[in-house]
C-alpha cells in the first residue's frame, strides 16, 4: 500500500473535480438538528464552495436550498444559524418565502415575458439522523446507505438524547485529505500528542475500517474525557465519544490549500453544576485536535515543494488511510 499520489493534494485543478464527485453527490453534516428546531430557524453553510442552507418553514417543515439569489447570484443568509420570517437578497432585495417561492422582485420594473413562479430557490435535499442535520446537493444514495454500518456501530449510544452547548471553527492552511489522513490513524499519537499518548495503552491501539466509517479504539487511562473510541465517516466528518456525551466535526475544504473544521460539542447533562467540567473536556478536545495542525500544513508544504514521493502505509495502522485515499480515488477515476 502506497500514499496517495501528493499532486491530488496540490493541484488546485483537483478540488473542482471533488466539488462535483465527492461534495455535491454525498450527505454532508450540518450539526445538530435543533439548530432548526423553531420555525424560521435556518442554518447557512458552506459545502466545499457550495453555498447552501436549511430552514424550518413556517408549516413546520425542513427544506435545503442553494444560498443563491436567482437574480444575479448574491449570497442570501451570512454562513451561520439566525431566524427569518422571509428570505431577503442583500443584493437587489428579492424575496422568496421558505419554501423558495419567489415573493417580490421590487423596482424590476414591467417585463411581460417576466413570470415570478419560473425563478424559485434552488431546492436541495435535507436528511435527519438520530438528532443530525444532512443536507446533500446531488445525492448518489439516501443518507443511510451512505451511513452504512456505522448505523448498527452507534445502535447503542444515545447520541439523540445529548444537547449541543458548544460549537468551534478552526481554519488551517492545508488540503482538506492532509488533515482526514492524519485523522484516521494513530500512529503519529506518540510523535504528535504527547499527553494523549500517555493517557492510552497505545499498544493496544486499533485501527479498522469498515463500510461507510473508520473505527479506532485504544483503552484509555485514569484521567482521560475520551472513552476511547474515534469514528470517521465518508467523506468526511467525524463522532468521538467521551464521558456524558460526544463531539461532531465536518472537515471542509476551503481551497486546495486551506481547510475548515467545524465542531459541534453535545452533553447529556446541560446543568449548571457541571458547566466547568464541560468547559474542560471541549478545551480537552480542541488541545489535542489543535496539534494535529502544525504538523499538517508542514506535510502540505512538503507535498507543495515537489520534495515527496508516495511513501508505504502502515498495515498496521494506517488501514483507515488506504481506506479513505481508495475512496477518493475511486470518486475521482484516477
Known sequence: MLNLDPALYVDPAVL?????????????????????????????????????????????????????????????????????ATIRCPYHQWVFDDTGRLVTAPWFGEDPDFNPADWPLEPIHVAEWRGLLFAAISPETDLTTQLGELVAELADEPIETYQSVATDRVVFDANWKVYTDNFVEGYHIPGVHHA???????????????????????????????????????????????????????????????????????????????????????????????????????????YMSGGYSSGPLSPRHEQGVHYFQTRVKEALAV
Open 196 to 302: 494523549f499518548f500517555a493517557a492510552i495503552d497505545f499498544e493496544q491501539f486499533k485501527t479498522t475500517a469498515h463500510k461507510g466509517f473508520i473505527r479506532m479504539t485504544a483503552p484509555p487511562r485514569d484521567g482521560l474525557f475520551y472513552r476511547g473510541k474515534w469514528l470517521w465517516m465518508w467523506p468526511n466528518w467525524t463522532l468521538s465519544l467521551f464521558e456524558g456525551g460526544m463531539n461532531t466535526s465536518r472537515i471542509n475544504p476551503l481551497a486546495f490549500d486551506r481547510t475548515e473544521q467545524i465542531y459541534h460539542f453535545y452533553f447529556a447533562d446541560t446543568g449548571e453544576a457541571l458547566a466547568s467540567k464541560r468547559a474542560s473536556t471541549i478545551a480537552g478536545n480542541l488541545a489535542v485536535v489543535r496539534e494535529d495542525y502544525e504538523v499538517c500544513v508542514a506535510t502540505h508544504k512538503n
Open 16 to 84: 473542482p473535480r471533488e466539488r462535483d464527485t465527492i461534495f455535491a453527490r454525498t450527505w454532508q453534516l450540518l450539526g445538530p438538528v435543533s439548530q432548526v428546531k423553531d420555525r424560521g430557524a435556518y442554518v447557512a453553510a458552506d459545502l466545499a464552495g457550495a453555498k447552501v442552507f436549511v430552514v424550518r418553514g413556517r408549516d413546520g417543515q425542513l427544506r435545503g436550498f442553494r444560498n443563491v439569489c436567482r437574480h444575479r447570484g448574491a449570497k442570501l443568509l451570512e454562513e451561520g444559524t439566525g431566524r427569518c
